[in-house]
């Protein structure tokens, strides 16, 4: 990484830092636990790091096996992170719809 | 640049805007399960631009990885039941984190060489970070399964233990960016960092795990935002901040809401601690009938309802919601308070409460919920003790003087729903329980909840 790049790549995370407080301030106590996995997900990421290191050439065959076992438990993070974090907010979508039912019955 | 690397770039500009977009949508439910789509679709862009950007020699452990890894994080999705949920969420920061961890060990085996030192300190925070939190998850998520005792592991002079493990490991980092080649060193910061990891959650009470759980999210994200460092790859610094930053904005709030720093949760070791004679607790706690608790909920007009971890460990969400509901349909108004605390987990409790079918517009939160109680019949506390300690409020001396707490003690008459006559997991006792407008009716929450509506119905 030479001094531009790295210069760079400092914005990126002062602004992202930002933005990030922005935004997640912005969520309601409710939607912490989804809010939690939903970020976990995101930062899953990582799988494209371990896609690298799993595959790509110039690398030894024990960084291979390393990346074997990143893309294994970050994809596990990827799909069951969006997975579950989905169910959840199913749950909460579901709920407006009920109690509307239940209100226009009385 | 070839023109698969412009490719590869453009999907990972895209999936940075969708990331941001999905938790922008984030702040009110009825917009969050479209958000998480244009994630889910963010991130299905940035893995195919990848393998098309990316010189791929060997796919064998590729597509195996994404096999196994797709199997159990379905698995998982589907099978996990939301009262397990801060389990798999610990587990699953564990996962990340072991991730930017072996990421960053590849990444020393193939190029410590040629590494320039910006780079190698980057690779130092992946390695110790990954390590650090990838034990300490997995050490969390076996507290909150039960594996581990939730109770806080202690010993004497482990604070002392802690702060030298740290040191060495802060010691193994500098002398890793003097010497980048020496590969023992790197492994010695990796060991001391799992090692460390385990430390840092072992003393930690099951009662602090909202704060636990929130910083080891934080640290997951930080590693994954140093991997991004190390690779050059702004999505990952930028997903990774994200991430980081929502954990830790997290913990800051969980702090708050037990009027902890950080410091205190991490070093205290609270709930070990066996409370001298500093509760104005006293007298006798007076036990009501499961009929006569019934009569009193069904001739009441307004009713709120505390739940605790005391609700999750039994399961009794359902039983609470059919409660509620039988007494909607007789015109009492029912609300449920959460506190920021409650449970394991930050919003532990809206979510098992929503798997019940609960109306999240009768999930109130602290500060809307507190005025109210002095206008409420009955408030019923299900497995929850610390948060409605009146202590907290009163008595300066306490050991959570100063919590902000659900002010259940204000309210017409108390119903508190508890398994045995112990005490929370603080080890404090609580002055409510031996108010003379509370009641307590011991036993297993599911089953005196299914019962009380039972005779709620006979009323």
């Not at chain 2, 479209?34 to 991130?43: H, K, P, T, V």
């Not at chain 2, 030298?164 to 193994?172: G, I, R, S």
């Not at chain 2, 994954?224 to 997290?250: E, K």
């Not at chain 2, 009193?296 to 999750?312: E, T």
Request: aromatic share 8%.
């Amino acid at each position: 990484m030479n001094p531009p790049v790295l210069i760079a790549s400092i914005y990126v995370f002062a602004l992202a830092a930002f933005l990030g407080y922005q935004v997640i301030s912005r969520v309601p106590p409710l939607l912490h636990t989804p809010l939690m996995s939903a970020t976990n997900a995101i930062s899953g990421i990582s799988l494209i790091g371990s896609l690298v290191l799993a595959g790509a050439a110039h690398y030894p065959n024990f960084a291979h096996i390393l990346g074997f076992v990143a893309v294994t438990t970050a994809t596990i993070n990827v799909v069951g992170g969006f997975g579950i974090t989905d169910r959840m907010l199913k749950m909460f979508g579901e709920r407006k719809a009920k109690s509307g039912d239940k209100a226009v019955a009385k | 640049m070839t023109l698969s690397t412009y490719f590869m770039e453009a999907t990972y500009l895209i999936a940075s805007i969708l990331f941001v977009f999905a938790l922008k949508g984030m702040s009110h439910p009825e917009t969050a399960r479209r958000g998480m789509f244009l994630a889910e679709g963010g991130m299905l862009a940035a893995i195919i631009g990848t393998l098309i950007g990316v010189h791929i020699v060997t796919w064998t452990w590729i597509i195996a990885g994404l096999t196994i890894g797709s199997i159990i994080g379905a698995w998982m999705a589907i099978w996990v039941p939301m009262t397990a949920m801060p389990q798999r969420t610990a587990l699953s920061h564990a996962f990340g984190a072991l991730a930017a961890a072996l990421v960053g060990v590849g990444e020393f085996a193939a190029k410590s060489h040629e590494m320039p030192g910006v780079t190698r300190s980057a690779l130092g925070f992946e390695v110790m970070l990954g390590a650090l939190t990838t034990t300490g998850s997995l050490i969390a998520a076996g507290k909150l399964q039960g594996v581990i005792h939730g109770k806080p592991i202690q010993f004497k002079g482990q604070n002392v233990v802690n702060l030298v493990t740290f040191l060495a490991m802060a010691t193994f980092f500098v002398i890793f960016l003097a010497h980048p080649e020496a590969a023992a060193i790197f492994y010695t910061l990796l060991a001391v960092a799992f090692v460390f990891g385990v430390m840092l959650v072992i003393p930690i009470g099951s009662a602090d795990m909202p704060v636990v759980m929130s910083l080891l999210n934080s640290y997951a994200g930080l590693a994954a935002a140093a991997t991004g460092f190390v690779l050059g790859n702004n999505v990952l610094i930028i997903a990774g901040t994200l991430d980081g930053f929502s954990g830790f904005i997290l913990s800051v709030l969980m702090c708050k809401a037990m009027n902890r720093s950080i410091t205190n949760v991490l070093f205290g070791g609270f709930g070990s601690v066996i409370a001298e004679s500093t509760s104005t607790a006293g007298g006798v706690m007076r036990e009501i009938a499961l009929d006569d608790a019934a009569m009193q909920l069904a001739f009441a007009s307004r009713v709120i309802f505390v739940p605790g971890y005391g609700l999750a460990t039994a399961q009794a969400q359902h039983a609470v919601r059919e409660l509620a509901e039988l007494l909607e349909d007789r015109g009492v108004t029912v609300k449920y308070a959460i506190h920021p605390v409650a449970g394991r987990m930050p919003g532990h409790m809206n979510v098992l409460l929503a798997e019940a079918n609960v109306p999240y517009s009768s999930l109130y939160e602290m500060e809307q919920i507190n005025p109210e109680f002095p206008s409420t019949d009955v408030a019923v506390v299900i497995g929850a003790n610390d948060v409605v300690n009146p202590d907290a409020r009163d008595n300066p001396k306490s050991l959570i003087a100063g919590m902000p707490i659900l002010e259940v003690d204000r309210a017409r008459s108390v119903i508190v729903l508890k398994r045995g006559q112990g005490r929370g997991f603080s080890g404090l006792e609580n002055p409510l329980f031996f108010k003379p407008c509370t009641a307590m009716l011991y036993g297993d929450a599911k089953s005196t909840l299914t019962h009380l509506a039972q005779a709620v119905q006979h009323v």
